[in-house]
């Protein structure tokens, strides 16, 4: 749909599922602890970005994903129950040449239950390159061509923030 929507479906689509890979992770999420006083027997994930292309997300019932928006406001995430969440990763960001963003979240437990999450991860193996249809003069381009995996190690060494997004300071062209 989204290859659709920018129009390079015909063009780029086959060779993005080709070079594909997957990673499912099941996860388990305690409930905060009762009477704990550091404040942070809650966080069930610190703030990040996916270093993914995309995440696709299942949860047993129990909300408690926020997703930061581009204005810096903390939103819940309310998912219907037979729903799925789609997030853009790192990866999707550059390869979008930032029109799509890789937005922040975090997961913070409410209510005193479990939470299970089934997360599907997608790299893209080998060298991906910014499609040039998605670069014109209103949106110069902001990546270089770049190594998902790599990007995901770049992160994993601490070599950028651990709560900000990997793409810019990776393979984002003038990257500070
Ligand atoms: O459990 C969730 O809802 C989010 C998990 C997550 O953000 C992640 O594994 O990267
Ligand atoms: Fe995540």
């Given amino acids: ?20 890979t997957y990673l499912l992770r099941p996860i388990k999420y ?4 009762q009477g704990a006083e550091d404040g942070t027997s809650n966080i069930g994930s610190n703030i990040h970005t ?9 949860q047993n019932q ?3 994903l926020q997703v930061e928006t581009k204005n810096g ?48 991860f997608t ?19 902001q990546y270089k061509p770049f190594d998902n995996f790599g990007l995901a190690w770049y992160y994993l060494s601490g070599a950028s923030s651990m709560t900000h997004g990997t793409a810019k300071p990776y393979c984002g062209i003038n990257a500070r």
């Fill in 30 to 33: 305690r409930a905060p602890l």
């Fill in 1 to 20: 749909m989204v290859f659709e929507s920018y129009g390079v479906a015909e063009t780029h689509y086959e060779s993005h599922v080709a070079a594909t």
């Fill in 73 to 120: 406001e903390w939103v819940d995430v309310d998912v219907p129950p037979s729903a799925f969440v789609f997030m853009a990763g790192d990866a999707y960001e550059a390869w979008s040449n930032g029109r799509i963003y890789a937005a922040r979240h975090q997961v913070l437990m409410k209510e005193d239950k479990q939470r299970y999450t089934l997360a599907l």
């Fill in 123 to 141: 790299f893209n193996k080998g060298i991906t390159d910014i499609p040039e249809e998605l670069v014109d003069e209103t949106h110069p381009i």
């Fill in 62 to 64: 129990i909300n408690a």
């Fill in 50 to 58: 996916d270093k993914s292309f995309s995440t696709l997300l299942f």
